[in-house]
Structure formats: C-alpha cells, structure tokens
C-alpha cells in the first residue's frame, strides 16, 4: 500500500510538471512564431539574399500560424491532456524540417533547439524519441533540400571533374527540381557522387554534434529526472506522514471532552494546543452522578506521537479506574499500576485528578507531581495548597495524599500545564508562575469563555511569534453552587442572527418560567441591544457576540448579558433626548436605549480586555 502511494504520488507529481512543461513550450512556441516574422520581413526586403522566394512567401505564413496554435489549446486548457507533449514536439520538429529543406543554410540550429527542448520534460524516453525523430527528419530534409530548397553550394556545387579551364563549373547551375536530378544524375555518373558525400559530410558530422548535445542533455535529463522522482517520494511520504497525523489528532480529539460545559451547578471550558499536531497534554471531566463532577488534566513525558499514545492510554486508564467512593489518591495509585505495566520507553506523566460534590461544594483533590492549580473567586487569585506527589508511570510504586478544599458558590479552579508557564518569548524569557497568577488576579472576565480567550492571548502576545515549544493546556471550572439556570452561547455578528439571538433568550426564558411580560421586555432589549451591536460596533465580519442567561429565583432576578469586542461603546454615557413630535433621539441608538433602561431594573456597562460587557437585570 505504501509503494502505491508513492507510485500515485511520483505520477501525480511528473503529471503536473508535464502540464508546466507544456504550458511553457506553447510560449516558445509563440516566440518561435515572431522569430519567423521577423524573417519573413527581412526576406520580403531582400535584406537575405534568396535565389528563389516563393517558397519562403508560401511555407513561412503557414509556419508562423501553426506556431500560433498551441496558444489556442492552452486556452482552452487542452496542454493538460496527454497528448500534447507529443503534438507540441511533432509541430516544432515540422516546422524545422520544413524550414530545413527550404533554406538549408540557415536552419540547421534548429535541431539541436529542438533535442534541448524535449528534454524539459525531464523523461529520458520522450528525448530519446525526439532525438531518433530527428536525426530522421534531417537527413530526409537534407536530400529534400537538394531538390527543392534554396540553393545551396554545399550541397549542389560539382567536384573538379566537372570544372571548365576557366574555373567555371561545366555546365550552369540547376534550379528546377527535374534540373537538379539530371545535374545530380549526371555528376555520378561522371563520378561524382553527391547524395554520399551529403551523407558522410553534410548529414554524418551534423548528426555527431547533435548526439553529443543529446547525450549531454538527456544525462542531465535523467539526473533531473531521478532528483524529481526522489523529491516526488519524498513529499509522498510527508503527505502520507501528514495524513497519519492528521488521523492521530483526528483519534486524540475524539477522546476528549467537550471544550465547554455548563449546567446549572458548575461551568467548564478546556483547550488542548499541542506544540505538534499531537501531543502529550490532556484533560478530561465527567460526570459519575447528578452530584459529582471529576476533572482531571495531565502533562506526558515528550513529545508527538509517542507522547500522544501514552496520553491515550493514560486518560482511558482514568475512567476504567475510577468509582464512586474511591479517594483520589487510591484512582491515581490503580492508573500508576494499568499505564507502569508494559512501559518499556520509560514515559511518566504528572496529573492533577479532583473529584466535586456539587450539593456541597467539597472538593477532594490529589496531586501527582504537577503544576499547583489557581484558586480565585471575588478578585482574590493564589496557588492552591497542595503537595506536589509522585508522577505516574515512572515507577511501579506510587505514594500521593488526599487533600480537600470547600468551594463557595462562584469560586474558581484553573488547571494547566507547564505549557502555559514555560512559555517563551521571543528573547528567551519564560512566561511564569508570577505572571500568570497577576493575570488571573487582574482578570474580570464575565465568562470562563472569554477567560480562557484573554489567556490565550496574553500568552501569544507574550511569546511575540516565537515559535511553541510546548503543549499549551487549561481547564477552568466554576462552581456555581445552587444557581438555578444558567446558559451562555455565542452568535455571529450579522442582522442575520438576531433571530437566532431571540429565539436562545426565549427558549431558556420558558424553560425557566418567567412570566410572559418579563420575556417580552427582554426580547425587546435583546433586540435592541444585539441590533446596536452590530450596526454601530464596527465588529468584523468573523466576530462574536456572547450571550448569557442567568436565572436566580433565590434572589429573585433574571438577567443577560452582552459580550463584543466592538468599539468602546458605553450607552450610559450620554443622555437619550427625545426630539420633536416624531420621538427621534440625538444620537444613534438613543430611544432604543432609553427604552431598555425604562424597562430594567438595572443596567450596567463596563469596558475589559477590549470587550464591551453589558449587563440587564430584572427583578422577579
């Protein structure tokens, strides 16, 4: 299967540098054309001297327009058939045959032109074709040329035999055709035998100088040739190489979950960025019941492949380890045993596996000598406590300790890898454990979404176009304690999707029971607001606008929320006036704003990392 590949590969590869090879030999066909036209100007001139113009004014037009006809086939996308190769050489090597018995004087170049030509395609066996062609055509043009070309001494002139004492020749020279062949006739049987004097003189020394020019052509011909099939091997095995690794991320994606999750007790949102197309980081979390999430992220010892099997059987060997009732140490202690049995390579990878109880906030968590977690909820950011454990795999017996932390509604975790701290700028420098914990600080994100986007940012801008020398990992998760609804999706900056944006708030707004006329004030601000977004933000075409529904009974409120990376835009800062009897406001979007903060309880707008966040509530 493999040589197949190859095979189709090579072919496809020589196939296309056929298809160039024609497409310029229908240019130097063109150019050979207005050569001809040049000529054609000089001889209508008499700026050659030509016994006989009659045959150039009736062969040279017909010629001159043949060349002219592989430029049609190019556009018509004909050079791409098989054939052309040998129409395109077949109409060249006519053409100098042609030229060769008219004016034999002047156009032996043309052969050697032609053996340098069919060697373009770099195949051996078409240039030994052409080559055989014309050594053919030439000798035929040559004793055609005695009868019907310009006059040529070389060929035409009488030996000595046949010179007067005056150093005339004996009788005048022949121009017609059957002149010729009785002179000719006449000189051999005087002795003097013309036709093999051509051969040996004229045909023979012309031969050996084009069949150097093609053994030192088709030598190069065939190392080209070689270089190219090399190359053609070689970018087939890249592509299937390619192929299999597109196939291997393909199988690694498919292993792990969903990048985002929410419900009403806890918000998730991961991303996998391998250094290669695969790597060794991982993350996974599910759900062993209604009132437990497990989350788990880990880094594998190297790099692609390799590293990418061992993460495959590492994360697999997590579900078939874990129950109900197990501490994380002891789920961590059975992967040790399944991923250090049969691991020849020597491959390890630290985890870091915590298991919520989402009634009670309570979170048992066990470290496996990975990165420290960070804690932060209410502006408040620091490392979690916990020690840093043994890796797993590395030996076969592993001794890690439980530990626990009590969530409080709306705390967050962010797990990661050692991708994300060791990530270098473009003079060396590493991101960090300082900068990262400054940034989770800083951050007033509305969204683990737009969380995780400002991460990746800030590392990509930090690194500054260095080149990624490690997988970059994270996994968020916000426990959202007893909120009852919560829902987030993001929508297209199109008038197209406003549609959309209300059908989502409507549907969730039944699905929490609120009242007909709290929906239909936020339909109308939705409509409102996303419309501004759109007409006034100034968004890009591939942007988004991130909608939140969050629905508290217990406070009794019901509020959404706006996120676009628009234009700076805060429509508390201007006042919205009324103008005239018609109602039009002062500035664009005015009434409309006016209205939705008549109808909310509470509008509140607010500028982070370049986005604009606008948030409604209404009281229940």
Request: glycine fraction near 8%; include cysteine.
């Amino acid at each position: 299967m493999k040589k197949k590949y190859q095979d189709e590969h090579t072919r496809e590869t020589f196939s296309k540098n056929e298809v160039e090879a024609n497409r310029q030999m229908c240019f130097i066909c063109a150019a050979a054309a207005g050569a001809l036209t040049l000529g054609f100007i000089f001889y209508a001139f008499r700026l050659f001297p030509l016994r006989s113009y009659l045959p150039v004014y009736i062969a040279l037009p017909i010629l001159i327009v043949s060349l002219l006809a592989p430029l049609i086939l190019l556009k018509l996308k004909l050079h791409e058939r098989i054939w052309f190769k040998y129409f395109v050489l077949a109409l060249i090597l006519t053409v100098v045959g042609v030229m060769n018995t008219l004016l034999p004087k002047h156009t032996l170049l043309g052969y050697a032109l032609l053996i340098l030509l069919s060697n373009h395609y770099y195949n051996p066996k078409t240039g030994r074709l052409i080559f055989g062609c014309t050594l053919l055509t030439m000798l035929l043009c040559l004793y055609g040329g005695m009868f019907f070309g310009e006059y040529d001494d070389n060929l035409l002139t009488a030996g000595r035999a046949l010179i007067n004492e005056q150093g005339e020749p004996y009788i005048d020279q022949p121009d017609g055709m059957i002149e010729r062949y009785k002179f000719l006739h006449e000189l051999l049987l005087k002795g003097e035998n013309r036709y093999l004097k051509v051969f040996i003189y004229y045909f023979f020394s012309r031969g050996l100088i084009l069949t150097l020019i093609f053994v030192a052509s088709n030598a190069l011909s065939i190392r080209t040739h070689r270089l190219l099939e090399n190359e053609a091997v070689s970018q087939s095995e890249k592509a299937r190489i390619t192929t299999e690794l597109s196939v291997a991320e393909e199988i690694q994606r498919t292993v792990l979950p969903s990048a985002t999750f929410q419900n009403k007790n806890v918000e998730i949102y991961a991303q996998l960025r391998p250094a290669r197309a695969v790597g060794g980081d991982f993350y996974d979390y599910w759900f062993p019941d209604e009132n437990h999430v497990a989350i788990l992220i880990g880094d594998v010892s190297g790099k692609g492949v390799p590293a990418a099997m061992f993460m495959m059987k590492t994360i697999t060997s997590f579900r078939a380890s874990f129950r109900l009732g197990l501490k994380p140490s002891q789920v961590l202690c059975k992967v040790n045993d399944l991923i250090f049995a049969g691991n020849d390579a020597s491959m390890f990878a630290t985890c870091f596996f915590g298991v919520l109880n989402i009634e009670t906030g309570v979170f048992d968590y066990c470290n496996a000598g990975h990165n420290r977690p960070i804690h932060f909820n209410s502006g408040k950011a620091d490392y979690l406590s916990c020690r840093p454990g043994m890796i797993l795999g590395g030996v076969e017996t592993v001794f890690l300790q439980d530990e626990t932390l009590k969530l409080e509604r709306d705390d967050c975790l962010l797990l990661y890898t050692d991708g994300v701290t060791e990530a270098l700028s473009a003079s060396g420098e590493l991101y960090g454990e300082k900068r990262l914990l400054d940034f989770v600080h800083g951050s007033k994100h509305i969204t683990l979404t737009e969380f995780g986007h400002d991460l990746e940012d800030g590392i990509s801008e930090f690194a500054a176009g260095a080149e990624q020398s490690d997988d970059i990992t994270y996994l968020c998760m916000t426990y959202q304690g007893d909120m009852t609804y919560f829902r987030e999706k993001s929508f297209p900056t199109t008038n197209e999707a406003t549609q959309e944006v209300r059908s989502f708030v409507e549907e969730n707004a039944k699905k929490a029971n609120l009242s007909p006329d709290i929906l239909s004030n936020f339909l109308i601000a939705t409509d409102e607001i996303f419309s501004n977004i759109v007409k006034y933000g100034q968004v890009t075409l591939d942007s988004e606008v991130h909608v939140r529904c969050i629905f508290k009974p217990d406070k009794k409120t019901a509020s959404l929320t706006f996120i676009d990376r628009g234009i700076p835009f805060d429509p508390m800062s201007y006042q919205a006036k009324l103008m005239g009897e018609r109602g039009e406001s002062a500035e664009p979007g005015g009434l409309g704003w006016f209205m939705v903060r008549k109808m909310m309880d509470e509008v509140v707008y607010h500028r982070t990392n370049g986005k604009n966040v606008v948030s409604i509530t209404k009281r229940l």
